[in-house]
């Protein structure tokens, strides 16, 4: 299977440029809105309450499917209409920049930064409600620049790099897989009585393609530690080592765990979501009194680890 490290190095460069710029969103929303709309018309037809679990659960299954073949088949009929057109390829590249999140994620967790100096702790928290799930109203100053931070290194993985993994692997039509997977799991793939069963097959999935974003995502990380001053890459090392593998999430530990140790923080710990207490582990030995100019380290080093990875797909196509 041939790679495609020139059109994911095109991708990244026009994605941390342009972004997706916000009138083509009001005119036409995005991609990932349009899969979400599918998976929820799926979740409405297949997912009945009266259905017993095996039921449910192998709807789950057949809906995944579905899901699949149809952004799977208009992606692939996309790339090959991109690849009959002069500079067809610099059409796929920006058509894939969509469904990548680089510029994005540095926004939205700057937001926070900026929510801190503007307002204070309920700008902060207003801000990271955005970009977090749990109750903005339980976290006091240094919980909420955890969740900033932890939310930065989580996406940075099944935001950028393992879409970037999934575009170098199989061009546009793997990219759009994986997001189709990635949101499926975000919507239906939670342990509620609603989605235990219907989204067990797509947490699954996600789980499995996540795995190599992950882990390169963590090298990501310690490599961009030996670039930045202040930052420590062998303890990001020993805290990717050690802690990783003990988050509940068989992935997102790797990223955390390397932010963690980078910056001498302790990420994750005990949260709250709506009414529900989470005893999650902590990740790094690290303070756990992160601060807002915290948010800012975490993300110069986010951006030295996008450059790490950008200059990876150029090499990887200038020797291909």
Same mark, same amino acid.
């Given at each position: 299977?041939?790679?495609?490290?020139?059109?994911?190095?095109?991708?990244?460069?026009? /994605?941390?440029?342009?972004?997706?710029? +916000?009138?083509?969103?009001?005119?036409?929303?995005?991609?990932?809105?349009? @899969?979400?709309? $599918?998976?929820?018309? *799926?979740?409405?037809?297949?997912?009945?309450e009266d259905d017993g679990? &095996? !039921?449910?659960?192998?709807? &789950?299954? #057949?809906?995944?499917?579905?899901l699949l073949l149809t952004?799977?088949?208009?992606?692939?009929?996309?790339?090959?209409?991109?690849? $009959? $057109?002069?500079?067809?390829?610099? @059409? /796929?590249?920006? *058509?894939?920049?969509? #469904?990548?999140?680089?510029?994005? *994620?540095?926004?939205?967790?700057?937001?926070?930064?900026?929510?801190?100096?503007?307002?204070?702790?309920?700008?902060?928290?207003?801000?990271?409600? %955005?970009?977090?799930?749990?109750?903005?109203a339980t976290l006091d /100053?240094?919980?909420?620049?955890?969740?900033?931070?932890?939310?930065?290194?989580?996406?940075?993985?099944?935001?950028?790099?393992?879409?970037?993994?999934?575009?170098?692997?199989?061009?546009?039509?793997?990219?759009?897989?994986?997001?189709? @997977?990635?949101?499926?799991?975000?919507? @239906?793939?939670? !342990?509620?009585?609603?989605? /235990?069963?219907?989204?067990?097959?797509?947490?699954?999935?996600?789980?499995?393609?996540?795995?190599?974003?992950?882990?390169?995502?963590?090298?990501?990380?310690?490599?961009?530690?030996?670039? %930045?001053?202040?930052?420590?890459?062998?303890?990001?090392?020993?805290?990717?080592?050690? +802690?990783?593998?003990?988050?509940?999430?068989?992935? =997102?530990?790797?990223?955390?765990? =390397?932010?963690?140790?980078?910056?001498?923080? !302790?990420?994750?710990?005990?949260?709250?979501?709506?009414?529900?207490?989470?005893?999650?582990?902590?990740?790094?030995?690290?303070?756990?009194?992160?601060?807002?100019?915290?948010?800012? !380290?975490?993300?110069?080093?986010?951006?030295?680890?996008?450059? *790490?990875?950008?200059?990876?797909?150029?090499?990887?196509?200038?020797?291909?």
């Open positions: 299977m041939p790679l495609h490290p020139f059109l994911l190095a095109a991708a990244l460069v026009i /994605e941390a440029v342009a972004g997706y710029p +916000d009138p083509l969103y009001t005119r036409i929303r995005h991609p990932v809105v349009w @899969i979400g709309a $599918l998976i929820a018309q *799926l979740d409405g037809a297949l997912n009945r679990f &095996g !039921r449910r659960k192998a709807f &789950g299954v #057949l809906a995944l499917a579905v952004v799977g088949g208009v992606a692939v009929a996309v790339a090959w209409a991109c690849r $009959l $057109l002069p500079f067809g390829w610099l @059409i /796929e590249a920006a *058509l894939a920049s969509t #469904l990548l999140a680089q510029r994005s *994620l540095h926004d939205h967790v700057a937001a926070v930064a900026d929510g801190f100096r503007s307002g204070g702790l309920e700008g902060a928290r207003k801000a990271v409600s %955005m970009i977090v799930g749990r109750n903005p /100053e240094p919980a909420v620049a955890r969740a900033a931070i932890e939310s930065l290194a989580e996406n940075f993985s099944d935001g950028v790099v393992a879409p970037a993994v999934w575009l170098l692997v199989g061009g546009l039509p793997g990219l759009a897989l994986y997001k189709a @997977i990635n949101t499926a799991d975000s919507m @239906i793939g939670h !342990r509620t009585p609603r989605h /235990e069963a219907f989204g067990w097959a797509a947490a699954r999935l996600d789980d499995l393609v996540n795995l190599p974003g992950s882990r390169l995502t963590a090298l990501l990380l310690i490599g961009a530690a030996w670039m %930045m001053q202040g930052a420590d890459p062998r303890q990001a090392w020993r805290s990717v080592r050690q +802690d990783a593998h003990r988050h509940r999430s068989p992935n =997102a530990g790797w990223p955390e765990a =390397a932010m963690a140790g980078a910056l001498d923080l !302790r990420l994750g710990g005990p949260r709250v979501y709506g009414a529900t207490r989470i005893e999650d582990v902590w990740l790094g030995a690290g303070r756990t009194a992160a601060t807002p100019s915290d948010i800012g !380290r975490a993300l110069a080093l986010y951006r030295r680890a996008c450059i *790490l990875l950008i200059g990876g797909a150029l090499v990887l196509a200038l020797l291909g």
